[in-house]
């Protein structure tokens, strides 16, 4: 697949005359996007450019948004994605194009996207509670919105960071940054009921393995596992937005915001290094300050 990005990379140096510095920045771009696809497990991972499809893109582009990747940075590498899938589909080496209907992330700033408490309360009511994947479904979705964790640290997460008695996760950060989130009571009891009924029929006979959350092999659920779990139960409840594991994490600070939460505090539990990255929420919730203003001030 590398062979097939060199020879994009001569025809922007050959024929479209692209300086040293375009050249590299595509190089960059394209190589990070392979290893985005050669760290799938096996039964997603493309072994040739035709076998890449609209959600491997989608889910790459997923994964810098959770990483938190600048949005002009993304449309940057999302834009090289689709020149060179049109370099593709032009030399005949693939039938078609997986990125050819896709938009390109916008570059300019946009407000987090979120849903509503109601569609939030709809998407964490959907997993069934009759099998270990439902079980594992529901404690996922509750500890999302109860904690706002990044995709990258739930998935890292193993069964001792989990601490049942005192309503306390523990996880590990940017920066290598540990924190520990409490929980509400509706989060612990769908923990524990994954943990004592859910994970042990995922396990199987393995015994050595400390992931928290396992796929149906039990071994340790990827980001892109979770995102297509979290795809699949916005559509069984009709959420129209576009739902991702990171909308959650928007949700729950937004919600917390709007409910007198300190923003220092939303801060530390998101695990912003920066207040200016969190302050980002606070302009959500001004069409609720209005609403308490007009309520609450004696000549509002």
């Known amino acids: 697949m590398q062979e097939q990005i060199n020879q994009f990379l001569e025809y922007l140096e050959v024929e479209k005359g692209y300086s040293t510095n375009t050249l590299a920045a595509y190089q960059n771009d394209l190589g990070q996007f392979l290893i985005f696809l050669q760290q799938l497990p096996e039964e997603q991972r493309p072994q040739s450019w035709d076998q890449v499809t609209r959600d491997h893109v989608i889910g790459h582009i997923l994964e810098m948004k959770e990483r938190e990747y600048a949005s002009s940075t993304i449309a940057r590498k999302v834009a090289a994605i689709k020149s060179?899938?049109?370099?593709?589909?032009?030399?005949?080496?693939?039938?078609?194009?997986?990125?050819?209907?896709?938009?390109?992330?916008?570059?300019?700033?946009?407000?987090?996207?979120?849903?509503?408490?109601?569609?939030?309360?709809?998407?964490?009511?959907?997993?069934?509670?009759?099998?270990?994947?439902?079980?594992?479904d529901r404690a996922m979705l509750e500890l999302l919105y109860a904690t706002g964790l990044r995709v990258s640290e739930?998935?890292?997460?193993?069964?001792?960071?989990?601490?049942?008695?005192?309503?306390?996760?523990?996880?590990?950060?940017?920066?290598?940054?540990?924190?520990?989130?409490?929980?509400?009571?509706?989060?612990?009891?769908?923990?524990?009921?994954?943990?004592?009924?859910?994970?042990?029929?995922?396990?199987?006979?393995?015994?050595?393995?400390?992931?928290?959350?396992?796929?149906?092999?039990?071994?340790?659920?990827?980001?892109?596992?979770?995102?297509?779990?979290?795809?699949?139960?916005?559509?069984?409840?009709?959420i129209q937005a576009n739902v991702t594991p990171h909308t959650l994490r928007h949700s729950f600070a937004t919600h917390m915001l709007k409910g007198g939460a300190d923003l220092r505090a939303v801060q530390h539990m998101l695990g912003h290094a920066n207040i200016a990255t969190t302050q980002i929420y606070t302009q959500i919730t001004d069409d609720h300050m209005r609403a308490v203003y007009d309520d609450a001030h004696p000549r509002a």
């Open 154 to 238: 739930l998935v890292a997460l193993n069964v001792e960071d989990v601490d049942l008695e005192e309503g306390t996760i523990r996880c590990m950060g940017k920066g290598r940054k540990e924190r520990v989130l409490p929980l509400y009571a509706r989060a612990r009891e769908a923990l524990q009921r994954y943990l004592e009924q859910g994970r042990p029929r995922l396990l199987g006979p393995k015994k050595d393995v400390t992931a928290l959350f396992l796929n149906r092999r039990g071994a340790r659920l990827t980001r892109q596992g979770l995102w297509l779990i979290i795809k699949h139960y916005v559509e069984e409840v009709g």
């Open 84 to 136: 060179f899938f049109r370099f593709l589909e032009a030399t005949e080496q693939i039938p078609v194009s997986p990125a050819k209907d896709l938009e390109t992330p916008r570059a300019e700033k946009h407000l987090p996207a979120i849903i509503s408490a109601e569609e939030v309360e709809r998407l964490l009511a959907a997993p069934p509670q009759d099998t270990p994947a439902g079980l594992r």
